[in-house]
């Protein structure tokens, strides 16, 4: 069974805390991409790779890291000076041809 | 710069009715285009997209959606709207030619009135 996964469904955050969300894909896919996604605000792109051991900063980078140790897999860490942390938090794979698949996604709360 | 809008923060329709969710971009170069659909707390499903060739496309659930070079529009459609359509409805443009970064509008809210 092909697709992408994230976890936790949910996750909560202390002040201060570094939280690191999961994303895993079978899919084969070499891009893979972080967006935020808030109320009103539609998808804002963190970070993407377009292939291993590398990745970019997108447009609100400021607070996160990623890593793209392997292939499928794409965990982005929010550090404690991410201000504004809680939101919903999607990730996605691309394949060639520009169309991306998503996961469940994540929603991050700060307690 | 490159943008993306969609003007409509919901749209109501009956069920049976056509639907019409709008979105303008603004690219330089040729534009590729996408529509997603996000159903509650999921992630977000792929519907069409748009990269050459003709102006209107086909594509998942019965949508199409009609790419219009001179208004710079790419509206969603569906001849007769289910309620199960209700959702909300992303429209999505690649940043450039040479990126694969892409931007996605704020959202409408489609609600298919039995």
């Known amino acids: 069974d092909g697709g992408i996964t994230q976890s936790p469904k949910y996750l909560f955050r202390k002040e201060g805390q570094n939280v690191t969300l999961s994303c895993e894909q079978n899919l084969n896919h070499d891009a893979m991409y972080w967006y935020r996604q808030d109320p009103g605000q539609g998808l804002r792109l963190i970070y993407y790779?377009?292939?291993?051991?590398?990745?970019q900063k997108g447009d609100i980078a400021e607070g996160y890291s990623v890593s793209r140790e392997k292939k499928e897999s794409f965990p982005l860490t929010v550090t404690s000076a991410q201000k504004n942390p809680t939101a919903f938090y999607l990730c996605?794979?691309?394949?060639?041809?520009?169309?991306?698949?998503f996961g469940p996604g994540t929603r991050l709360t700060v307690l | 710069a490159q943008s993306v809008a969609q003007p409509e923060d919901q749209v109501n329709v009956a069920e049976g009715n056509p639907l019409t969710v709008k979105c303008t971009y603004s690219?330089?170069?040729?534009?590729?285009l996408f529509w997603y659909v996000q159903y509650p707390n999921r992630g977000l499903q792929f519907l069409l997209k748009?990269?050459?060739?003709?102006?209107l496309v086909k594509g998942s659930y019965g949508f199409e959606a009609e790419f219009n070079k001179s208004q710079t529009s790419f509206h969603l459609k569906k001849p007769s709207a289910l309620v199960s359509d209700s959702a909300l409805y992303f429209c999505?443009?690649?940043?450039?030619?040479?990126?694969?970064?892409?931007?996605f509008g704020t959202g409408t809210r489609l609600k298919v009135l039995a």
């Open positions: 999505a443009v690649r940043e450039g030619s040479g990126t694969y970064k892409y931007i």
């Open positions: 748009y990269i050459t060739g003709d102006n």
């Open positions: 790779s377009q292939i291993v051991n590398d990745f």
């Open positions: 996605a794979s691309r394949q060639v041809g520009d169309t991306q698949y």
């Open positions: 690219v330089s170069g040729n534009p590729y």
